[in-house]
C-alpha cells in the first residue's frame, strides 16, 4: 500500500503540474450581432508556433465581411471574424474540418440575438452539428450533463484525488461522509465560480488540484505505518476543504464553455450532476477494482506449483 501511496504521488504531480487536462477541446462561439449577421470565435489548442489542424466550415450561403485575426496566447490559437449569412443559420450544418483525424473534441456555442443558446459537443465520429430554430431545456440539459461527464472524466487530478481518498479510508460509513462532503464543497465553488460571484486564477487552481493529492498521500504512508492525525479520522474534513479548490477548478471550466442566458440554473445543475455522475461511476469501479485485487492476493497459490517451478 506505501508503494501505491508514493506512485499516487508522482503520478498526480508529473499529469497533474504537467496539465491534467491535455485533451483540451477546441472551441467555438458564434454570436448574432445582427440579423443574418454573425461574429465567430474558434479557439484551437497550440504549443507554440504549433496548433491542431482544425478549421471551421461555415454553410455555403455564408461569406465573411471580415477577415480573421488569429492570435496565439495562452496555449492557444484564437481567431475572429465576422460572415453574413442571408436567411440565418436555422436548419444549416456547420463542420469541423479535420476533427475526424484527431483525439480531441470541439465544443460549439451559438447564441442568437434574443438570447437563446445552442451548445453542441462535436467529436471526431460526429464533426458537424445542424443549426436549430430554437434548442429546448431538453437539449441543454443533455449537453451540459454529458459535459460534465467528460470533465470529470479527462481530470486525472480530480480522479486521482478521489482515488487516494478511497484508499484513506475503512469503513462505508465514513465513505460516504466523505464522498458526500467533498461534492458539497466542490458544488458550492463550482456555482460561485461559473456565475461569477467569486473568481480565482485557473492556472494557480489546477496546480493546486493536482497538489492537493499530496497530503491525502501522505496521510496513506501515516496510516500503513500505524500513526493517524486529525484528517485521517475525520477525511471528510479534509475533503470539505479540498473539495472547494477542486470546484474552482470545475467552474472555471464551466465559465469558459459559457451558460445560456435564459437556462442559467439548468445548466449548471445538469453540468453538476453529470461531474457527479462520472465522480460515482469511477468511484464504482475503483471499489470494484480495489476488492478485486484483495481478492486475488487472498487466494492461496496451487498446492505443488513451487515444485513445478
Request: charged share 15%; hydrophobic share 50%.
Amino acid at each position: 500500500m506505501r508503494a501505491l501511496a508514493v506512485l499516487l504521488f508522482l503520478f498526480g504531480l508529473g499529469i497533474g503540474c504537467a496539465g491534467a487536462h491535455e485533451l483540451r477541446p477546441a472551441y467555438l462561439e458564434i454570436l448574432e450581432t445582427e440579423p443574418e449577421t454573425y461574429s465567430i470565435l474558434w479557439k484551437v489548442p497550440a504549443r507554440g508556433e504549433f496548433r491542431l489542424s482544425l478549421h471551421v466550415r461555415m454553410p455555403e450561403s455564408c461569406a465573411e465581411t471580415e477577415a480573421p485575426v488569429t492570435a496565439i496566447a495562452d496555449a492557444a490559437s484564437t481567431s475572429r471574424w465576422r460572415v453574413r449569412c442571408p436567411g440565418g443559420l436555422a436548419g444549416r450544418t456547420i463542420v469541423i474540418d479535420g476533427l475526424v483525424a484527431t483525439y480531441t473534441d470541439a465544443l460549439a456555442r451559438i447564441v442568437r440575438a434574443d438570447g437563446t443558446v445552442q451548445t453542441q459537443r462535436l467529436t471526431p465520429d460526429f464533426p458537424e452539428l445542424t443549426v436549430v430554430a430554437a434548442p429546448t431545456s431538453g437539449d441543454t440539459a443533455r449537453t451540459y450533463f454529458l459535459l460534465g461527464v467528460e470533465h470529470i472524466m479527462l481530470g486525472l487530478d480530480h480522479l486521482l484525488f478521489v482515488l487516494a481518498l478511497l484508499l484513506l479510508i475503512g469503513s462505508p460509513r465514513r465513505l460516504v461522509a466523505t464522498i458526500t462532503a467533498f461534492t458539497v464543497a466542490h458544488s458550492v465553488t463550482l456555482a460561485f465560480a461559473a456565475l461569477g460571484l467569486a473568481r480565482a486564477p485557473q492556472a494557480p487552481v489546477e496546480a493546486l488540484v493536482a497538489l492537493s493529492i499530496v497530503p491525502v498521500a501522505a496521510e496513506i504512508v501515516l496510516k500503513q505505518r500505524g500513526r493517524s492525525d486529525l484528517s485521517s479520522r475525520y477525511p471528510w474534513v479534509i475533503a470539505f476543504v479540498f473539495g472547494l479548490l477542486h470546484g474552482f477548478g470545475f467552474g472555471g471550466a464551466l465559465a469558459e464553455i459559457g451558460l445560456p442566458q435564459k437556462d442559467v440554473p439548468l445548466a449548471l445543475l445538469t453540468f453538476n450532476l453529470g461531474v457527479e455522475a462520472g465522480q460515482l461511476v469511477f468511484v464504482m469501479l475503483a471499489l470494484a477494482a480495489i476488492g478485486s485485487l484483495k481478492l486475488l492476493l487472498a487466494i492461496p497459490p496451487a498446492r505443488g506449483s513451487s515444485s513445478l517451478m
